[in-house]
């Protein structure tokens, strides 16, 4: 459920009206609920409430949004982070530096020092190449950093090529058959304190199946690795539960994913971590966009050109991902037409023969579930600005995150001297 809805035959979100924002902020601009963001911040939370005292790390990749990570750090989230840019964000959110987890498959050294200074409370190490260098820093500095496996469980979880992460031929972390042996040098290094194993095998899962097989082969590893003498304290189960995109979709509950892991984890005697990033943002936001005009096609299907393009949503080009579409006030009349933004690229293309509701220049419009992996993908292709964000909270709403002007952008390009 969500709080983007129709008040008087004008979207809301929450209680305000989109056309305000639209008047305010201009657009294209993300709008995101605050009520959205915490109801699916309690509905995970309560999903896994049969668990003992989990570990909720939001992703921040999904949407590293100033305002929104503090929604979330309010409601008790830790981060799960990828960069030194991430780990900033979560920390100035207010984040404890104790409940970030630092994943990712390229640590540079310099991330890694900056992550000790900080006091990363977990990182997730990807090769035991890796592994090598965080002990050794961490040596220097006189920490111990605490530290976990990422294993590649090698589970196809049925997802798009692109963002499936848990096949063998994946690039993320160590070979579930080569893991026993790596865990035991690892551990048996100064300034790491290797305490258990983490898997996340793709986003956007609509089925529980490979998720359960892949956390019963961790299951599985964590019996061998402490049968060979190690202490398995923490197991991080990642994230990738998959939210619904369009009418029919039927991604998994949360409360059935949590059932699941209570059943399958019985006895693992760890404390677990959850890495949701769609899940809780997915649902949470819109891209406001407006008509520029409407072209005919060939053949009698028109192109609906909207001010939002590739360069701000780039799901639908880089994964063919579907985003309804609806009028902000719909007419009650439908038109079946193709919605494309300005981008000079065929692939700037939001849905062919689409049944929407009917639009003309001027109209505003929206695409849903664009919360996560929306802003944050967002690009200047074709010398435009980078989209705002839109924080709403009740009746009021706040700019959260301001357009970033193409003479901004322009302005950081300098010509040297020698071109003059
Ligand atoms: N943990 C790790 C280690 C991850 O790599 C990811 C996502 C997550 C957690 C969060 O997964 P989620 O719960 O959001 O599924 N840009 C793509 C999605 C890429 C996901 C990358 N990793 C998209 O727009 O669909």
Redesign the pocket.
């Known amino acids: 459920m969500n709080h983007f809805e129709q008040i008087d035959g004008v979207l809301h979100a929450e209680q305000v009206p989109l056309p305000v924002i639209a008047d305010a902020v201009s657009t294209p601009v993300y709008v995101y609920s605050r009520a959205t963001l915490e109801r699916h911040a309690q509905v995970f939370r309560d999903a896994l409430s049969g668990l003992d005292n989990p570990h909720l790390a939001f992703?921040v990749?999904?949407n590293p949004n100033l305002a929104v990570l503090k929604v979330l750090a309010k409601q008790g989230y830790g981060a799960?982070v990828?960069s030194g840019g991430e780990m900033d964000r979560a920390l100035a959110a207010g984040m404890e530096a104790e409940d970030i987890v630092f994943?990712?498959v390229g640590k540079t050294t310099d991330e890694i020092i900056r992550a000790l200074k900080a006091g990363i409370g977990q990182f997730?190490i990807e090769s035991e190449e890796e592994g090598g260098e965080l002990a050794a820093l961490a040596n220097t500095m006189g920490h111990r950093a605490n530290a976990v496996l990422?294993i590649n469980p090698d589970v196809d979880a049925g997802t798009?090529g692109?963002?499936s992460?848990g096949k063998a031929d994946n690039k993320?972390g160590v070979g579930i058959h080569r893991a026993p042996e790596i865990y035991a040098r690892l551990n048996a290094l100064p300034g790491i304190n290797m305490r258990g194993v983490?898997l996340?095998i793709?986003?956007?899962?609509t089925s529980l199946d490979p998720l359960e097989t892949a956390f019963l082969k961790i299951g599985g590893l964590v019996a061998e690795l402490r049968s060979a003498g190690h202490s398995i304290t923490h197991v991080d189960l990642?994230?990738?539960?998959?939210v619904r995109y369009k009418e029919g979709d039927n991604p998994p509950e949360p409360a059935d994913y949590g059932a699941m892991v209570a059943r399958v984890t019985k006895g693992w005697n760890v404390r677990l971590m959850f890495?949701?990033?769609?899940?809780?943002a997915g649902n949470a936001g819109v891209l406001l966009t407006r008509v520029i005009r409407v072209k005919p096609g060939s053949g009698n299907l028109p192109f609906a050109i909207v001010d939002a393009a590739m360069n701000d949503l780039?799901?639908p080009a880089?994964?063919d991902?579907w985003h309804d579409f609806e009028a902000v006030e719909p007419n009650g009349r439908r038109l079946t037409a193709n919605i494309v933004g300005p981008v000079c690229e065929t692939g700037d293309t939001f849905a062919m023969a689409r049944d929407i509701d009917e639009i003309a220049a001027g109209d505003l419009a929206i695409f849903r579930t664009a919360g996560?992996?929306g802003a944050t993908?967002a690009s200047t292709y074709n010398s435009r600005g980078l989209v705002p964000e839109v924080l709403v909270d009740g009746d009021k709403f706040a700019i959260v995150a301001e357009r970033i002007a193409p003479a901004t952008i322009l302005a950081a390009e300098h010509v040297p001297d020698w071109l003059e």
């Open positions: 992703a990749k999904a799960d990828v994943s990712g997730n990422r798009h692109k963002i992460t993320f983490a996340h793709g986003s956007q899962l990642g994230g990738g539960l998959g890495e949701p990033g769609r899940v809780i780039a799901r880089l994964y991902a996560a992996y993908m």
